[in-house]
């Protein structure tokens, strides 16, 4: 699937969101047809693209998934939020794996603290976040770390077209183009751990006519990143 040069249906759910709202732009940029799905309450974050995409208001981790116009999509791009206790990751995970059509291309938003393999190599800061910030803020019913990881075992699981995209730390500002990626968290790549958010959704978009990305869990960083640099000149 050439994503750069075929109008392709995509639809983003989560679109309402700092990444959904820039993988919009950059489907827009490319000519596809999007169709954003949000919470109706945050229908209005996307309000300056009126017009040039279709709102698609469902409350996506319902398990029967209201909106069934997914399937008709050739790619789905989902942001897995860890928002709540509720299970709002793996059950917008569990939606889209159950109605978005055979074939169609699925590619899924998380961070570095997802592993498929095991083989992964946690800083301190990366562990400590996820042990003591992650259980904290599970405890506040805020953030369930633990069901965006169950979100991502389902994808890992199904017999999709599925890419994981692992994100590191992020910022804003300018893109900087197309993130770098490796297989490992802990590979030297990666250690600058910081990515423009522009760019973590350019990643997601253009990983829909990347077929050497199918059934990867690709983890990013800035291309311009001294790690990233630095292994430039190695190679
Ligand atoms: N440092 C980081 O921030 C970091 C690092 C690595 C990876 N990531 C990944 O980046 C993604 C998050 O991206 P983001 O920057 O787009 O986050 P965000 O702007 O905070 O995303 C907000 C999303 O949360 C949803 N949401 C659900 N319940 C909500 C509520 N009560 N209030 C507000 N929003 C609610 C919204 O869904 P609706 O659109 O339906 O309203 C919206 O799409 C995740 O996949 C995360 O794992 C983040």
């Not at 405890?139 to 994808?155: G, N, T």
């Not at 995209?165 to 490992?184: A, F, I, K, M, Y």
Request: with cysteine; hydrophobic share 45%.
């Amino acid at each position: 699937m050439d994503a750069a040069r075929t109008t392709l249906k995509v639809c983003i759910v989560g679109a309402s969101g700092k990444l959904g709202q820039y993988m919009v732009q950059h489907a827009l940029d490319r000519g596809h047809e999007v169709i954003g799905v949000c919470r109706a309450v945050s229908g209005g974050m996307l309000a300056a693209c009126a017009g040039r995409i279709t709102l698609a208001p469902v409350a996506t981790d319902s398990r029967d998934f209201s909106w069934r116009g997914v399937a008709g999509c050739d790619a789905v791009l989902t942001v897995l939020v860890p928002r709540g206790v509720h299970h709002y990751s793996s059950g917008t995970a569990q939606a889209v794996l159950d109605h978005a059509r055979p074939g169609a291309r699925l590619v899924f938003s998380c961070g570095y603290h997802i592993t498929r393999d095991g083989q992964d190599i946690y800083s301190w800061k990366v562990k400590a976040l996820v042990q003591v910030a992650g259980r904290l803020a599970k405890l506040a019913r805020l953030v369930d770390l633990d069901d965006q990881v169950e979100a991502c075992r389902r994808v890992f699981a199904s017999d999709t077209r599925w890419t994981v995209v692992r994100g590191s730390d992020l910022e804003e500002g300018e893109t900087q183009g197309l993130p770098v990626w490796s297989r490992h968290v802990g590979d030297p790549i990666l250690a600058s751990n910081i990515t423009r958010r522009v760019d973590f959704a350019l990643f997601m978009v253009e990983a829909i006519g990347n077929d050497e990305l199918v059934h990867e869990a690709p983890a990013i960083v800035g291309c311009r990143t001294a790690s990233a640099l630095a292994q430039k000149q190695v190679v």
